[in-house]
Nanobody, 124 residues
Framework: VQLQASGGGSVQAGESLRLSCEVV?????????MGWFRQAPGKRRELVAA???????RYLDSVRGRFIISRDNAKNTVSLQMNTLRPEDTASYYC??????????????????WGQGTLVTVSS
């Protein structure tokens, strides 16, 4: 299983970006929980948003109402629409896939598959 992420970049505060991630080689079409983590320099990694196969979502408090996670199960893709970006959203963002269908806690090792990071830089 490989996760291929794209869509990072540099924007001004208040602008939007959309991250996309494609799961390649999904192991017979199994659909699992998907998510986006981020990590800024010197800070801990945090789960930004996650979505179950059925569409249940979970968001980090600081992004709720600004970010929207979505998925296309037929295409094995997950996206993160990031609106009203803030300088504190600056980080490397990582697409991830869980082992099962339920959304794990952010520290759970069930987040087993990771894409390469894509950098998001928001300037004030």
């Amino acid at each position: 299983v490989q996760l291929q992420a794209s869509g990072g970049g540099s924007v001004q505060a208040g602008e939007s970006l959309r991250l996309s991630c494609e799961v390649v080689g999904s192991g017979g079409g199994r659909i699992n929980a998907m998510g986006w983590f981020r990590q800024a320099p010197g800070k801990r990694r945090e789960l930004v948003a996650a979505i179950s196969p059925g569409g249940s979502t979970r968001y980090l408090d600081s992004v709720r109402g600004r970010f929207i996670i979505s998925r296309d199960n037929a295409k094995n893709t997950v996206s993160l629409q990031m609106n009203t970006l803030r300088p504190e959203d600056t980080a490397s963002y990582y697409c991830t896939r869980a082992i099962g269908d339920d959304i794990p806690h952010e520290d759970d090792l069930s987040w087993a598959y990771w894409g390469q990071g894509t950098l998001v830089t928001v300037s004030s």
